[in-house]
């Protein structure tokens, strides 16, 4: 049974920091390309930060580059986004995601998501 399964999230006035974890089960953790997405109120879900298999390459949307950081540790399955000097305009449900493909089969997996908050 595949699960990813988020925490960290909660409340945080502008210029704090939050740190996410997901824990990934029952896929091959290693082989999949793992991502943070996330979603406001009435908007779409928009791509945050990619990390690779290896966690060599990753790629941050424009608006959080320079304040977040993915990363992840192979061992514990585990993909972390770390966030700093949060805005308001980085309040959304975040939601973990994992793409993993063998030939040209591709699973994709997701969270259930966890709510950021930033507000004074």
């Known amino acids: 049974q595949v699960q990813l399964v988020e925490s960290g999230g909660g409340f945080v006035q502008p210029g704090g920091s939050l740190k996410l974890s997901c824990v990934a089960s029952?896929?091959?953790?290693?082989?999949?390309?793992m991502a943070w997405y996330r979603q406001a109120p009435g908007k779409e879900r928009e791509l945050v930060a990619t990390i690779s298999t290896s966690g060599l390459f990753k790629n941050y949307a424009d608006s959080v580059r320079g304040r977040f950081t993915i990363s992840r540790d192979n061992v514990k399955n585990v993909v972390n986004l770390q966030m700093n000097s949060l805005k308001p305009e980085d309040t959304a449900v975040y939601y973990c995601?994992?793409?993993?493909?063998?030939?040209?089969?591709?699973?994709?997996?997701w969270g259930q998501g966890t709510q950021v908050t930033v507000s004074s």
């Open positions: 995601n994992g793409v993993r493909k063998v030939g040209s089969l591709k699973s994709e997996y």
């Open positions: 029952g896929f091959t953790f290693t082989s999949a390309d």
